[in-house]
């Protein structure tokens, strides 16, 4: 007997943006597969969001205050914006009601402590009181029940196949953009074939796809999330128990989806212990298996990334099995020079020609950042604490005019050539090269200057928190797509530059994590551009470091510029 099939209320995005007609098939119409595109249904998505987070605002959603139309107060997206397929904002942080545990339980935070049971609510933080309504249901870790027709390794869920659509297709850049045998390929390919036949890396893939959707409707950990990372824990020590599973390439991708997507969720001091099981799993690791240079090469981009969140060195593992796939080398040996990102730029500019989506003055301020950063490289090669490094305060504010963003007479010719995702790229290098200066201190009018012309005025500086308010609008305006079609590296400096003036962990962490999608579709095993990346971040930290010594040690006052990080 045939299995029962699911259909979709409505028709998927691709067949719906061409005018196609397409026959609602679940997890993907016939359509999306003839022509092997990803397959993505925005309606049956919000309606399994809906399903996890059954709470009310006491405020319109944006979209429905703007047109001045009544709204349903539903969260995370009104009825309204779900009928017209509207963008659905609300200004307001969650607050969940725990009236409904059982006595004696609590419900797990973002850091992942439980929340005591006769607290009442869990108070994010707010300017305003918030007041929502309760849960329809007890919040448990109870799942829905399983349905058949799909050859899962576990028990199929209802939310199952959207979760799984989810993590193909939204969770990475779309296909088409990617480069050809790239992470975010593999991904969708080689890691899910295993998933598919593992219990445990399975479980660990609907976890991140579940973490992915908490983190963009900026929620605590919903029951699906919690309830599929409590699994691939539990499976994960069975297999660790085993010799003959504990070092195969299903363990492995489970620990490394649990330490990644923790770090997504901002549970630094979880996903850092996940990171630690990690590091023992890689001791079991054969170095004969299937798919295992694309997985290795995951898991050293991975570490380099929790080295740029915490203050600390890339711990690289030094085993046998690892030697053949590149793990054994040390940390100077990761790229040439710190300027090599921004090179990566003007490089990938220069070979558009025409299309270039770059101004001329973008181009001379980069090439100018590039002249700043090659005269104190030395910075890479020290520590903090060594007296013959030069720091950029040494520097006069003269020698880096170049780098002031003005508006030429060729910008003005090229206006009518740009588009308005174009003009917003280049603001967003505009407003990452004022963070670059204001954090380096040189002047505060140096740093007005990467953003506006030079002329006499009064006014004060630009604080660097509104500039980075402003680059966190304009980066979510432009997508992924667009930047990988003209800039890939520019949108990874521009989140790099724009982490390491933040002023606390959580959104020094959510901007190096904004630059994942890219840097996923497109490195290779090389992870040339990730190791880039990781020295010129490590030579901002440094300099950064050193301007704000010299700063107390010269002024006797604390430095005007952002504070320093704080540690993990």
């Known amino acids: ?17 061409k005018k196609r007609q397409c026959d609602k098939l679940l997890p993907s119409c016939s359509r999306c597969i003839r022509v092997e595109q990803p397959c993505l249904y925005m309606g049956y998505m919000e309606l399994v969001i809906s399903e996890r987070c059954e ?20 969260m995370p997206r009104c009825s309204r914006c779900t009928r017209l397929d509207l963008a659905c904002e609300y200004n307001v942080k969650l607050a969940y009601i725990q009236n409904t545990l059982p006595p004696g339980e609590g419900l797990p935070s973002r850091d992942g402590s439980l929340i005591a049971p006769m607290t009442g609510a869990i108070s994010l933080p707010y ?18 029940e399983p349905t058949p027709g799909h050859n899962y390794p576990i028990e199929d869920r209802t939310y199952t196949s959207s979760l799984i659509n989810h993590f193909c297709s939204y969770s990475f850049v779309p296909i088409s953009s990617t480069v050809r045998n790239s992470l975010a390929v593999h991904l969708r390919t080689a890691w899910m074939r ?29 029951r699906q999330t919690t309830y599929h990372s409590m699994q691939t824990v539990r499976l994960l020590r069975q297999k660790l128990e085993d010799p003959i599973t504990r070092g195969n390439y ?24 996940h990171r630690s099981g990690l590091m023992k799993v890689l001791e079991f690791l054969k170095g004969d298996g299937l798919h295992l240079a694309e997985l290795v090469s995951l898991i050293k981009m991975m570490l380099l990334v929790f080295s740029m969140i915490a203050p600390q060195d890339p711990a690289f593992p030094l085993w046998d099995a690892g030697a053949a796939h590149g793990l054994v080398y040390s940390t100077p040996s990761l790229a040439p020079t710190p300027s090599g990102i921004l090179e990566s730029i003007l490089g990938r500019d220069a070979l558009a020609g025409d299309t270039s989506a770059l101004t001329s003055s973008a181009r001379s301020t980069i090439q100018g950042i590039i002249n700043y950063i090659v005269d104190h490289s030395q910075m890479t090669h020290g520590t903090t604490h060594d007296p013959q490094i030069p720091t950029p ?12 963003i003005l508006q030429s007479s060729s910008d003005i010719g090229q206006e009518s050539q740009h588009t308005a995702t174009t003009r917003d790229m280049n603001k967003c290098l505009q407003y990452a090269a004022t963070l670059f200066h204001h954090m380096l201190g040189n002047s505060q009018q140096t740093a007005a200057a990467a953003i506006t012309p030079r002329v006499t005025t009064t006014n004060p500086p630009p604080n660097s928190r509104d500039e ?7 980066l979510r305006s432009v997508g992924f797509t667009a930047w990988l079609q003209h800039a890939p590296e520019g949108y990874i400096w521009i989140c790099l530059t724009a982490a390491a003036s933040a002023v606390d962990t959580n959104s020094r962490s959510g901007f190096i994590m904004m630059a994942m999608p890219v840097l996923l579709a497109l490195e290779t095993t090389e992870l040339a551009v990730t190791r880039q990346a990781w020295v010129y971040f490590n030579w901002l930290e440094r300099a950064r470091n050193l301007c704000h010594q010299q700063s107390v040690e010269e002024e006797g006052s604390p430095w005007a510029g952002p504070v320093l990080y704080q540690s993990v």
Do not use: G
């Open 250 to 273: 299903e363990t492995a991708a489970a620990a490394l989806a649990l330490a990644l997507f923790n770090m997504r969720l901002d549970r630094h001091e979880i996903a850092l212990t």
């Open 393 to 404: 305060h040494a520097r006069p504010a003269e020698a880096v005019k170049d780098t002031t």
């Open 468 to 474: 980075l308010l402003n680059l966190t609008r304009l």
């Open 194 to 222: 295993h998933a598919m036949v593992d219990p445990c890396l399975f479980h660990s893939t609907l976890f991140s796809a579940s973490a992915h959707i908490d983190n963009l409707h900026n929620v605590p950990e919903s």
């Open 1 to 17: 007997m045939a299995a029962p099939t699911s259909h979709a209320l409505r028709s998927c995005v691709a067949c719906k943006s």
């Open 127 to 144: 300017t305003e009181p918030v007041t929502l309504r309760p849960y329809t249901e007890p919040v448990t870790l109870r799942v829905l």
């Open 55 to 74: 709470v009310k605002s006491p405020f319109a959603c944006l979209t429905c205050k703007k047109a001045k139309r009544p709204c349903s107060n539903d």
